[in-house]
Nanobody
Framework: QVHVVESGGGSVQAGGSLRLSCAASGYTSTNYCVGWFRQAPGKEREAVASIYTGSTYTYYVASVKNRFTISEDNAKNTVYLQMNSLKPDDTAMYYC???????????????????????WGQGTQVTVSS
Protein backbone atom coordinates (compact mmCIF):
# COMPACT_ATOMS: atom_id res chain seq x y z
CA GLN A 1 0.00 0.00 0.00
CA VAL A 2 1.28 3.44 -0.91
CA HIS A 3 1.60 6.11 1.75
CA VAL A 4 2.36 9.78 1.24
CA VAL A 5 3.14 12.00 4.20
CA GLU A 6 3.81 15.74 4.12
CA SER A 7 5.57 17.81 6.72
CA GLY A 8 7.17 21.20 7.11
CA GLY A 9 4.31 23.67 7.03
CA GLY A 10 4.08 26.60 9.39
CA SER A 11 3.63 30.32 9.73
CA VAL A 12 6.07 32.89 8.37
CA GLN A 13 6.12 36.54 7.50
CA ALA A 14 6.10 37.71 3.91
CA GLY A 15 9.49 37.27 2.34
CA GLY A 16 10.30 34.28 4.50
CA SER A 17 10.98 30.68 3.52
CA LEU A 18 9.66 27.23 4.31
CA ARG A 19 10.57 23.77 3.08
CA LEU A 20 7.90 21.13 2.72
CA SER A 21 8.73 17.45 2.62
CA CYS A 22 6.82 14.63 0.99
CA ALA A 23 7.79 11.10 1.94
CA ALA A 24 6.38 8.33 -0.22
CA SER A 25 6.52 4.65 0.58
CA GLY A 26 5.14 1.47 -0.82
CA TYR A 27 5.92 2.05 -4.47
CA THR A 28 7.46 -0.78 -6.44
CA SER A 29 8.51 1.59 -9.21
CA THR A 30 11.40 4.01 -8.81
CA ASN A 31 9.84 6.46 -11.24
CA TYR A 32 6.61 8.25 -10.54
CA CYS A 33 5.07 11.67 -10.69
CA VAL A 34 4.95 13.72 -7.50
CA GLY A 35 2.90 16.85 -7.42
CA TRP A 36 2.42 19.59 -4.87
CA PHE A 37 -1.03 21.13 -4.79
CA ARG A 38 -2.50 23.86 -2.65
CA GLN A 39 -5.97 24.99 -1.74
CA ALA A 40 -6.86 28.23 -0.04
CA PRO A 41 -10.26 28.78 1.61
CA GLY A 42 -12.87 29.55 -1.00
CA LYS A 43 -10.54 28.77 -3.88
CA GLU A 44 -10.08 25.80 -6.14
CA ARG A 45 -7.19 23.44 -5.66
CA GLU A 46 -4.26 24.26 -7.92
CA ALA A 47 -1.14 22.41 -8.90
CA VAL A 48 1.93 24.26 -7.73
CA ALA A 49 4.83 22.11 -8.88
CA SER A 50 5.66 18.59 -9.96
CA ILE A 51 8.62 16.36 -10.54
CA TYR A 52 9.13 13.02 -12.21
CA THR A 53 11.31 11.11 -9.79
CA GLY A 54 14.62 9.90 -11.15
CA SER A 55 14.78 12.78 -13.61
CA THR A 56 15.55 16.49 -13.54
CA TYR A 57 12.26 17.39 -15.18
CA THR A 58 10.00 19.66 -13.21
CA TYR A 59 6.96 21.86 -13.63
CA TYR A 60 5.96 25.07 -11.85
CA VAL A 61 2.82 27.13 -12.04
CA ALA A 62 3.64 30.66 -13.19
CA SER A 63 2.88 32.28 -9.84
CA VAL A 64 5.66 30.38 -8.04
CA LYS A 65 8.37 30.24 -10.70
CA ASN A 66 11.73 31.51 -9.48
CA ARG A 67 10.47 31.36 -5.89
CA PHE A 68 9.72 27.68 -5.31
CA THR A 69 12.00 24.75 -6.07
CA ILE A 70 10.95 21.10 -6.18
CA SER A 71 13.62 18.48 -5.70
CA GLU A 72 14.04 14.88 -4.59
CA ASP A 73 16.26 12.75 -2.43
CA ASN A 74 16.15 9.29 -3.98
CA ALA A 75 17.79 7.64 -1.02
CA LYS A 76 15.04 8.88 1.28
CA ASN A 77 12.15 8.56 -1.21
CA THR A 78 11.38 12.14 -0.34
CA VAL A 79 10.43 15.11 -2.47
CA TYR A 80 10.93 18.63 -1.20
CA LEU A 81 9.31 21.94 -2.01
CA GLN A 82 11.57 24.83 -1.06
CA MET A 83 9.49 27.97 -0.88
CA ASN A 84 11.30 31.31 -0.83
CA SER A 85 10.07 34.89 -0.99
CA LEU A 86 6.72 33.79 0.35
CA LYS A 87 3.73 36.03 -0.14
CA PRO A 88 0.39 36.22 1.69
CA ASP A 89 -1.20 34.80 -1.48
CA ASP A 90 0.78 31.59 -0.88
CA THR A 91 -1.29 30.93 2.24
CA ALA A 92 -3.07 27.61 1.77
CA MET A 93 -3.20 23.97 2.73
CA TYR A 94 -0.50 22.23 0.75
CA TYR A 95 -0.89 18.64 -0.36
CA CYS A 96 1.54 16.18 -1.85
CA UNK A 97 0.30 13.58 -4.28
CA UNK A 98 2.01 10.77 -6.12
CA UNK A 99 1.21 8.33 -8.89
CA UNK A 100 3.35 6.02 -11.05
CA UNK A 101 0.90 5.96 -13.96
CA UNK A 102 1.26 9.58 -15.04
CA UNK A 103 3.55 9.68 -18.06
CA UNK A 104 6.63 11.78 -17.50
CA UNK A 105 5.84 14.28 -20.24
CA UNK A 106 2.44 15.01 -18.73
CA UNK A 107 3.93 15.17 -15.26
CA UNK A 108 6.60 17.69 -16.17
CA UNK A 109 4.38 19.88 -18.32
CA UNK A 110 1.69 20.26 -15.72
CA UNK A 111 -0.73 18.36 -17.92
CA UNK A 112 -2.59 16.67 -15.12
CA UNK A 113 -5.28 17.26 -12.57
CA UNK A 114 -5.63 16.09 -9.02
CA UNK A 115 -7.85 13.28 -10.23
CA UNK A 116 -4.83 11.71 -11.96
CA UNK A 117 -3.11 11.07 -8.64
CA UNK A 118 -3.96 7.97 -6.65
CA UNK A 119 -2.11 8.70 -3.44
CA TRP A 120 -2.46 11.84 -1.33
CA GLY A 121 -1.02 13.07 1.90
CA GLN A 122 -3.02 14.61 4.69
CA GLY A 123 -1.92 18.17 3.92
CA THR A 124 0.17 20.73 5.75
CA GLN A 125 -0.84 24.33 6.42
CA VAL A 126 1.26 27.23 5.19
CA THR A 127 0.37 30.67 6.49
CA VAL A 128 2.15 33.80 5.30
CA SER A 129 1.44 37.05 7.11
CA SER A 130 2.02 40.51 5.69
Amino acid sequence: QVHVVESGGGSVQAGGSLRLSCAASGYTSTNYCVGWFRQAPGKEREAVASIYTGSTYTYYVASVKNRFTISEDNAKNTVYLQMNSLKPDDTAMYYCAADPSIYWTYCTRGQFTGANFGSWGQGTQVTVSS
